[in-house]
């Protein structure tokens, strides 16, 4: 098994949208270590971050209407989130001025 370590970013300018940051490739099962969501605006932000889970269709919201303060970053994950083939991970912004980082580790 080949284990690959990856970063995902995303300026998330438009507001009011879901915007995808990783998805897992096919024939893949990754591991999403950090979380970062860093305010790039001049006002504070709300945040939402999405799992889609392909095998089932749907999608669970891991964090809801969080807070991210002018020019500060956050690291809302606590614990790995896994992803299967397809899978995907999307993040929203109210305002439209935040940047989100994932790391991952990709095993195939």
């Known amino acids: 098994m080949a284990q690959t370590y990856k970063v995902s970013g995303v300026s998330i300018s438009s507001a009011a949208t879901f ?28 945040t939402k971050l999405r799992l889609t889970d392909s095998s089932v269709s749907k999608n669970y919201e891991v964090l809801t209407d969080v807070l991210v303060p002018t020019q500060a970053t956050i690291q809302p994950l ?27 580790l990709e095993v195939t």
């Open 78 to 104: 606590s614990a790995p989130l896994v992803l299967e083939q397809n899978d995907s991970i999307s993040g929203y912004a109210i305002s439209g001025f935040l940047d989100v980082v994932v790391n991952v």
């Open 19 to 46: 915007t995808n940051i990783y998805s897992c490739p096919v024939s893949t099962t990754a591991m999403v270590s950090s979380i970062y969501i860093g305010n790039t605006g001049t006002g504070d932000d709300g």
